[in-house]
């Protein structure tokens, strides 16, 4: 069994940084070494804001940003913005797989 | 720019088999892999499988024995099916492609709902 574990929910006020964690656990020792992050906000299709743990894709604010320690990767949002309230899954892979966090619901307060 | 619109069906009977297909433009399908994945409401991500460019699948456990993806070249299109559909199997359906396991382009997904 593989999984990637977030926090149900984070919240922030506008202009603070928050951070969301995904760590990673693995019965068979899968080491999921790259991350990337989506970003969903209701009703819409999941758009990718980081990959490969710390990159981020042309035309995404370098508000985000990307990190990884042992098995934890994080995601961080500087500067919040009310249009940061939405969910965030982390995302990584096998060689046949692909696996998703449960989310996080950011709230910007 | 590349574009992924899936379609199909909105409304499924229990044990029916559900047919989705994908179609992209602004690119070849060829040279790239590509997912499928659903989202019941109110709930998270799932993974439900990839295939391959070299025409390899692989599917998530949990579903394995009753996912089929299969890709069309000559139309640019990924196809889904899911036989023995039942109401968990309610959600919303997207298609994205992946490179080097990121899902970096996602259509705009579609509901389907199981209910006699």
């Known amino acids: 069994q593989s999984a990637l574990t977030q926090p149900a929910s984070v919240s922030g006020s506008p202009g603070q940084s928050i951070t969301i964690s995904c760590t990673g656990t693995s019965s068979d020792g899968t080491d999921y070494s790259y991350v990337s992050w989506l970003q969903q906000h209701p009703g819409k299709a999941p758009k990718l804001i980081v990959y490969?743990?710390?990159k981020r894709p042309s035309g995404v604010s370098d508000r985000f940003s990307g990190s990884k320690s042992a098995n934890t990767a994080s995601l961080t949002i500087s500067g919040l913005q009310a249009e940061d309230e939405a969910d965030y899954y982390c995302s990584s892979y096998t060689s046949t797989s692909r696996v998703f966090g449960g989310g996080t619901k950011l709230t910007v307060l | 720019q590349v574009q992924l619109q899936e379609s199909g069906p909105g409304l499924v009977k229990p044990s029916e088999t559900l047919s989705l297909t994908c179609t992209v433009s602004?690119?070849?399908?060829?040279?790239?892999?590509w997912n499928w994945i659903r989202q019941p409401p109110g709930k998270g991500l799932e993974w439900i499988g990839i295939?391959?460019?070299?025409?390899?699948?692989s599917y998530n456990p949990s579903l394995e024995s009753r996912v089929t993806i299969s890709e069309d070249w000559s139309k640019n299109q990924v196809s889904l099916k899911l036989t023995s559909m039942t109401p968990a199997d309610t959600a919303v359906y997207y298609c994205a492609r992946d490179r080097k396991g990121t899902s970096d382009y996602w259509g705009q997904g579609i509901l389907v709902t199981v209910s006699s």
């Open positions: 490969d743990t710390h």
């Open positions: 602004g690119d070849s399908i060829s040279g790239f892999y």
């Open positions: 295939h391959f460019f070299s025409g390899r699948t």
